[in-house]
């Protein structure tokens, strides 16, 4: 009797362990939703209530964490050095004991610059990681592709890239010797210097990899007048061997001029009628569906990636000129900072007018994949106001969706239909998004409250909590906790 009870509390155990979490979303569909079960509805900094560790990071911090291979990884500034070495404005990516919050090791990389508007000054590291077996695949705040050895400098400097000294410093400076607090880079891949792409205030994105390759936003956008394109030719998407770095595809899409800001956005991916195909939302406001490259490894030359599919999300919008409009809050172009969700064949979308410099208006799409063709007429299925911006990738979960908005609401929609079945006013702007696991809806604001709701179409509030500073990231579930990044501290929550 005794052993069978053990038996059951390590199945139980098992079980609400999910596991890792090493990318941004579910893999390759970037579904907001994860299987953890057993997080707790509540939580209390200053009592300690279920809070496992707290560590301290920089002063701005826009990543959301990401769990593998026993390590956390968080982007983050420079603000409060952990290396003395590392001096001055940095990007930073942490790289953290999952049992303890302890540093294992950083990537620390300088702003890009002179202008402020390419690399904006205290920003840090703000891209996700996505990690596959020891390798950790990342864009660094000079918008290198960077692929790094998980366990850091501690098994030596692998890779063909051997100039970490080097990278860590501004150019003409002396070379700094690594240390096992440091990173070991295995290969990187220069964006603005390769592909010529123009960035604009934090290069952000979360590389999708498929078989053996890695595609990734390229991060182009306006320069520091906020009305001209510096690279209209650059692509907005490219496609890299996962393995060495070397660039296989990009799209020819002519995206650069209808860019109203930047391209923000991540890669998706879905099978549709036995075709692998990559969703990709451009900074000009359409959703475009390529098909996936096969293996790379007997590819030569730089391919364009064929078009499947194009989506014109706000078709009535200006084509034209398009930085016309800039500060126009009635009339403009509109972009998607969010990554397009692939969930039973279809593709739920938000976007809207830019956050910055855009029309206040904005939407919840959903859209049929198996087109061919400008969709734009045809693939609609519903679409859903939201309020002001949104910057949000939704959540799908039990045929509901879950979405914020930066109008400080929380909606609950039917996933069939779009109709609303509840929304809830919060505190703050909401940059990041929802996370749905263990039957709740967790999410942050900009102003640092924290709600945690019943992931059901009827409203129930489980809990808020008002945290150090702001959230702009997403909450990530992994291996039984829950870790909350604000702008200056990680939270790893546990019951």
């Not at 279920?50 to 956390?72: D, M, Q, R, S």
């Not at 001055?88 to 402020?116: F, H, N, T, Y």
């Not at 891209?127 to 596959?132: G, K, L």
């Not at 410093?169 to 990187?188: F, K, M, S």
Request: glycine letters at 10%; hydrophobic letters at 35%; aromatic letters at 8%.
């Amino acid at each position: 009797m005794r052993i069978a009870r053990i038996l059951t509390l390590l199945l139980l155990t098992w079980v609400a362990n999910a596991g890792d979490q090493p990318q941004w979303g579910e893999r390759d569909t970037r579904n907001m939703v994860s299987p953890e079960i057993g997080l707790p509805e509540s939580f209390d900094p200053e009592t300690g209530d279920n809070i496992k560790w707290v560590v301290p990071l920089g002063t701005e911090t826009y990543a959301t964490p990401i769990v593998a291979g026993g390590k956390v990884l968080i982007g983050t500034n420079n603000e409060r050095p952990r290396d003395p070495k590392h001096e001055g404005d940095r990007g930073i990516l942490m790289c953290l004991d999952e049992r303890d919050g302890s540093l294992v090791w950083q990537l620390a990389v300088p702003k890009l610059g002179p202008d402020p508007y390419l690399d904006w000054p205290r920003t840090g590291m703000a891209s996700p990681c996505t990690v596959e077996g020891d390798r950790a695949y990342f864009l660094t705040n000079r918008a290198e592709v960077v692929c790094l050895d998980l366990e850091g400098m501690a098994n030596g400097n692998d890779g063909p890239f051997q100039d970490e000294g080097k990278h860590c410093v501004e150019a003409g400076r002396e070379p700094l010797e690594p240390t096992n607090l440091d990173a070991d880079i295995l290969w990187l891949f220069d964006m603005p210097a390769v592909v010529g792409v123009y960035t604009h205030d934090a290069a952000h994105g979360s590389p999708l990899i498929h078989e053996d390759v890695l595609y990734v936003n390229t991060g182009n956008g306006v320069d520091n007048t906020h009305r001209l394109i510096r690279s209209p030719t650059a692509p907005s998407l490219i496609a890299l061997d996962k393995n060495t770095g070397r660039l296989l595809a990009r799209d020819d899409e002519g995206i650069g001029p209808r860019i109203f800001h930047c391209t923000w956005s991540s890669p998706s991916l879905g099978r549709v009628n036995d075709c692998n195909l990559v969703f990709f939302a451009g900074g000009d406001g359409v959703c475009y569906a390529f098909e996936a490259l096969l293996k790379s490894a007997n590819a030569t030359g730089v391919r364009n990636l064929n078009r499947k599919w194009r989506f014109d999300c706000d078709p009535n919008a200006p084509k034209d000129n398009v930085h016309e409009f800039v500060g126009n809050r009635r009339e403009s172009p509109s972009n998607i900072m969010s990554v397009p969700v692939f969930h039973r064949g279809r593709l739920y979308i938000t976007g809207g007018g830019d956050l910055w410099w855009g029309k206040q208006e904005a939407w919840l799409k959903c859209i049929e994949t198996s087109g061919t063709g400008d969709t734009t007429e045809s693939a609609e299925i519903w679409s859903r106001p939201l309020g002001r911006h949104c910057c949000s990738t939704p959540s799908v979960y039990e045929g509901l969706v879950f979405v914020g908005d930066c109008d400080r609401q929380v909606h609950c929609v039917d996933a069939e239909t779009g109709e609303e079945y509840w929304s809830h006013k919060t505190n703050g702007e909401i940059w990041g998004s929802t996370l749905v696991a263990d039957g709740k809806v967790y999410v942050g604001t900009r102003r640092g409250d924290f709600w945690v709701f019943a992931a059901k179409k009827e409203k129930e509030i489980l809990s808020s909590v008002n945290l150090d500073s702001g959230i702009h990231g997403t909450p990530t579930a992994a291996n039984g906790v829950l870790y909350v990044a604000t702008m200056e501290k990680l939270y790893a929550v546990g019951k």
